[in-house]
């Protein structure tokens, strides 16, 4: 029996928390693998670049509404409660605290990388570009966490997510960077 049945009912709050991280990794994927179909313009054949441009982003703002709603439940969770201290400093909560750690600076270097989003024309390219990569790091810190501290790991649909969204994932970055030399993107 899992955390969500309990001596004293149904934790509702649980199902917040496991579903809003869920949706979040989901649609963090989702993101990174619109944004590397975005660097690979051999790919854009069916959809206008402006319109996968804009799903791309909107799928980030609503990765990051779900990554609150994770976070924000975990605040009001009586079965286990995380501090404030614990949702935003890694390392400082005692609940798998590697794991933790991992979901704590991947969610707050994805709110440092939707600030230089946000300001992205007053940045030079050059810099925005290259913090841009630094999305890959929120996924990986993203995939650790789920994998290592989410309580919905050990079932068989959790693990084939995890290892759906690291295939997809995995071979689109790979196809950037083994693309044949005709087919590479041009940089800027």
Known sequence: MGRGVG?????YTWYVE???GMVAFVLLTGSVVLGLLLSNKTSLKRWPRFALED???????LAGAFIAIH???LLFDNFMPFSLAGVL???????????VAAG??????????ALANRYRKSLSYRFWRRT????????GLAFVHGLFAGSDTGSAWALAMYLVAATLVASLTAGRFVAPE?????VR
């Open 182 to 186: 005709g087919h590479r993107p041009a």
């Open 89 to 99: 400093v890694p390392g400082a909560d005692s609940y798998r605290p590697l794991a």
């Open 7 to 11: 001596g004293g009912g149904v934790n």
């Open 104 to 113: 704590v600076i991947g969610a707050e270097l994805f709110a440092a990388l």
């Open 18 to 20: 496991r579903a809003g």
């Open 71 to 73: 976070v924000g439940a």
């Open 55 to 61: 799903v791309h982003r909107y799928v980030g703002l």
């Open 132 to 139: 841009h990569y630094l999305n890959f790091a929120v996924w």
